[in-house]
């Protein structure tokens, strides 16, 4: 008998609402993941203490575990703290630095995950990936997706708008990532998992089209949801192909070239995005990406992120290679630097600079 279903790996939870924290025991216990209370929780010293101050005599069988940073070295350190205390669940309780720490250590130890995000700045707090600093720059690690992912709203709220903006950035920067999941598949022969990409899609065009802002409860809904679908749409596909492509060897190429000037995550994914479309012919998409990024406040341009066009031109040149084997609208037109830098003063023509 042919098999007619799959198993789609994902949260046995999802609570995005206002006020998702105050019940997280609750949420824990009646899930059947925690009913002692005895859990790991990792928290960022900056952000994260206020929110151990609110949480800690609600979770009173739980241990707080300090994470200094976004490091592979931070991760092992977490990992071994928790290992051997016979916890519940480890959660991530913070942004993306210190979901993916506590993913990794999660991972590490064997432990289910709960994910609670105080920001939205990228698809991270569900996707199955740990990208952590290490010596070499910067690593990405598969782990399992999280077990519950819990987004309080009036958290949200108060995040810096900019961590709000970077997750608008990565969201709709899905819909580049697409199309060149479907260039290689009509060049090469890539194999596309139709319900990774249409999720994927989703989640982007929903972000794309919606018209509120980063101050409207409904537009945070819709790009909480838009980013959870992306980390799920991720462990459908088994690896990041429905989210990342030219636009996201771009934001690494700006890594790695530029680690101390790169700006957020979800910045360089959606000037990478508009780009990409501009340079794959579709002039119609890369102006709506424009239009929107600017509309959240994104940058277009990367003089808005304070890199010269000489140096754009150099992180294009070199995205490629931050992505061995993936295939792309950069690797297709395999531009020379005077092409690129042709092709970029178009784009700032088309959208207005």
């Known amino acids: 008998m042919p098999v007619l279903t799959r198993l789609i790996p994902s949260p046995v939870v999802v609570d995005i609402s206002s006020g998702a924290l105050d019940d997280l025991a609750g949420l824990l216990a009646d899930q059947r993941i925690s009913a002692s209370g005895k859990l790991a929780l990792a928290v960022s010293d900056g952000s994260g203490r ?13 241990d707080w575990y300090s994470v200094a940073d976004g490091t592979i070295d931070s991760a092992v350190r977490l990992a071994d703290g928790i290992k051997g205390k016979r916890y519940d669940a480890v959660v991530g309780l913070g942004g993306g630095k210190i979901i993916d720490v506590a993913k990794y250590a999660a991972a590490r130890v064997g ?17 199955p990936v740990s990208t952590l600093d290490n010596d070499n720059g910067r690593g990405s690690y598969g782990v399992p997706t999280p077990i519950a992912i819990v987004v309080d709203l009036d958290v949200i709220r108060e995040a810096p708008p900019r961590f709000i903006r970077s997750g608008v950035g990565d969201a709709i920067s899905n819909i580049s990532a697409i199309a060149d999941w479907e260039l290689s598949h009509k060049v090469n022969g890539e194999a596309v998992d139709g319900l990774a990409a249409a999720m994927a899609r989703t989640a982007g065009e929903a972000v794309l089209r919606h018209p509120g802002g980063v101050g409207d409860d409904e537009f945070l809904m819709v790009l909480a949801e838009g980013l959870v679908l992306s980390g799920i749409a991720i462990s459908i596909s088994g690896d990041t192909r429905p989210s990342s492509g030219a636009c996201h060897e771009i934001c690494h190429a700006f890594d790695l070239l530029f680690p101390q000037r790169a700006g957020s995550h979800g910045e360089q994914v959606g ?46 040149r070199y995205a490629p290679q931050t992505r061995p084997g993936r295939f792309t609208i950069l690797e297709h037109l395999n531009l020379s630097a005077d092409q690129i830098k042709d092709a970029y003063a178009d784009y700032a023509k088309a959208i207005g600079s």
């Open 50 to 62: 206020a929110l151990r101050e609110k949480l800690a005599p609600v979770l009173p069988g739980a």
């Open 111 to 127: 432990l289910p995950m709960v994910a609670v995000a105080t920001n939205l700045s990228h698809d991270g707090i569900c996707s």
């Open 271 to 316: 000037l990478g995005a508009a780009f990409a479309m501009h340079l794959r012919g579709a002039a119609d998409e890369a102006g709506l990406f424009a239009d929107v990024l600017r509309r959240h406040g994104l940058p277009v341009l990367p003089g808005e992120l304070g890199f010269s066009v000489d140096e754009f031109v150099q992180v294009v």
